[in-house]
């Protein structure tokens, strides 16, 4: 992936098929989206793609993947699953489980898959096969694409290479500890700025006060 990410930094265009890579992996198919992600938001911060449109793409194709491999999961799972054949009778039983922890945690369990590597190449066949009702898992799953592609996007952009290398080795983890200096350091800028604006303020309404008392002295 590394060498991908090499490769499609020579055209700026082909860096926008990273993100979009977060299809298949929606889909089912085992492949690198998280580092896709963080790759296209390092060619973001080089100036080389626009972050905005990284993140775009990142949450179409992850929600699009994740509706098809729903719509997959729902039309064909359980009949494959309950089909007879070897283990007919445990494969039941683990259905029926799937359906009760749906009906319990469902939302939750899409939107949390999201965030796990090992989960979400999974979760929204899950979803499909134990039916969930198709407008509560778009709904959350939106929300997961959005916040994790946001999320993802936005450390890669702010932490360059860093966040790719410790991203690609420790994970989720690692992004979100990346989030939070990031959050914590944007706050801290912010506030900083606003005492400076507010001190600014104050020393030229107490400039326009003293001008005031000069003009009102020497009438």
């Known amino acids: 992936m590394l060498l991908l990410g090499a490769i499609v930094s020579v055209s700026g265009g082909l860096g ?56 997959l999961g729902h039309k064909l799972g359980r009949r494959v699953l309950t089909a007879p054949g070897p283990m007919q009778a445990r494969r039941t039983e683990v259905i029926d489980a799937g359906d009760r922890f749906f009906a319990k945690h469902g939302p ?46 936005l450390v890669g ?25 990031i959050i914590a350091f944007v706050g801290w800028h912010v506030i900083r700025e606003r005492r400076r604006k507010a001190s600014t303020a104050a020393a030229a309404g107490s400039g326009a006060a003293d001008a005031d008392r000069r003009e009102a002295d020497a009438d």
């Open 16 to 71: 926008y098929a990273l993100p979009a890579i977060i299809g298949l992996e929606s889909l089912g198919v085992p492949s690198p989206g998280e580092t896709a992600l963080i790759l296209a938001a390092v060619l973001a911060s080089e100036g080389k793609l626009q972050i905005w449109l990284v993140i775009v793409i990142a949450t179409a194709s992850a929600i699009a993947g994740d509706n098809l491999g729903y719509l």
């Open 108 to 153: 939750k369990a899409v939107f949390i898959g999201r965030w796990i590597a090992l989960v979400r190449f999974a979760v929204a066949w899950l979803a499909g096969i134990d039916h969930m009702p198709f407008r509560t898992f778009f709904v959350y799953n939106a929300l997961g694409a959005i916040t994790w592609a946001t999320a993802y996007g």
């Open 157 to 181: 952009f702010y932490a360059g290479k860093a966040a790719a290398d410790a991203i690609t080795k420790y994970g989720v983890f690692a992004a979100l500890a990346l989030a939070a200096v």
